[in-house]
């Protein structure tokens, strides 16, 4: 199977997860809020264990008093860029939960993975909108935990930006090169039935 953007599976899948990639040209228009909760409607309904839910999206809209101080949390490579998109994002997840018949929380061990998940059903509905979500390591996570006001037990996980791709002209020469759906190991080299092959 091939889409538009020339990636190919091996195997078949829904084309909704190869036409999702991570661009960095966005076109710069503001998105409405009604968009944005969309978003969250989607990540919303990801699974997690016990039910905990533990993710947590703080988010500014461009062209609002909040979108300097979430701009102003990345490095200066992916401010570079992340400056055109629509939305910034900054991922968080509760390392504790209450599972059923408890009275006091205790440590989730997947809330990590947990948050993985509904970032990744946020990042396929922002591609079935006509957007693009692009998530990064590259910022101050020490600041957005004081900054964004991130309660103790919690974790920063990534920062997002979301957006219309726009034409890869507006990049950096070499950055321009770099702008296009990047491909994957072949499912052989992360699958293994029966656990991992002797060495």
């Known amino acids: 199977m091939t889409t538009a953007n020339s990636r190919t599976a091996d195997h078949p899948i829904d084309p909704s997860f190869l036409n999702r990639w991570s661009p960095r040209a966005f076109d710069g228009q503001p998105i409405s809020e009604a968009d944005v909760l969309t978003l969250f409607e989607a990540a919303r309904w990801a699974p997690s264990s016990y039910n905990s839910q533990p ?27 992340a400056e055109r998109a629509s939305l910034l994002i900054v991922a968080v997840s509760n390392s504790l939960m209450l599972p059923p018949g ?4 205790v440590p989730s ?14 990042a396929l509905q922002a591609s079935h909108m006509g957007l693009q979500a ?33 034409d890869k002209s507006i990049l950096p020469e070499a950055m321009q090169a ?13 699958a293994f039935e029966g656990g991992f092959p002797s060495k």
């Open 102 to 105: 408890k009275d006091k929380p």
């Open 55 to 81: 993710w947590r999206f703080l988010y500014a809209r461009r062209d609002t008093p909040q979108w300097t101080t979430f701009l102003d949390l990345l490095n200066p490579f992916n401010r570079s860029w």
């Open 134 to 166: 692009h998530a990064m390591v590259g910022f101050d996570l020490d600041a957005a935990f004081s900054t964004l006001n991130v309660p103790e037990g919690h974790r920063v996980e990534a920062a997002i930006a979301v957006g219309r791709p726009g």
């Open 178 to 190: 770099r702008e296009q759906p990047n491909g994957r190991n072949p499912v052989s080299a992360f």
């Open 109 to 122: 061990h997947s809330h990590s993975f947990d948050a993985g998940a509904a970032w990744a059903s946020l």
